[in-house]
């Protein structure tokens, strides 16, 4: 079992940025793929983002490509969520999961961290 611990998340004006981490414990982080995950007021969780256990390849949402890169240090035991260009519907709780392979559906993904809320104000 891996634990995670999302950290990064704030309260940022529309256009601004941030930076999410993802740190991971216990078994070696390095053989994982990595999935970010968020869950804004009233809906599903969603996909966001992913990255293979070698930091290549990486999948995104059509919603967030162009905006938002994900990269994996496996010495750091770390995968970060760089967020750029900021939209209010950017709002939500966004979770880390760890899983074989890259997928876009939640239930591929275990392990989950308790979240970071990230809020973008108009």
């Known amino acids: 079992q891996v634990q995670l611990v999302e950290s990064g998340g704030g309260l940022v004006q529309a256009g601004g940025s941030l930076r999410l981490s993802c740190a991971a414990s216990?078994?070696?982080?390095?053989?994982?793929?990595v999935g970010w995950f968020r869950r804004a007021p009233g809906k599903e969780r969603e996909f966001v983002a992913a990255v293979a256990w070698s930091g290549f390849p990486t999948s995104y949402a059509a919603s967030v490509k162009g905006r938002f890169t994900i990269s994996k240090n496996n010495a750091e035991n770390t995968v970060y969520l760089q967020m750029n260009s900021l939209k209010p519907e950017n709002t939500a709780v966004y979770y880390c999961g760890v899983g074989v392979v890259i997928a876009t559906v939640d239930n591929r993904y275990t392990d989950w961290g308790q979240g970071t809320q990230v809020t973008v104000s108009s």
């Open positions: 216990g078994r070696t982080f390095s053989s994982y793929t």
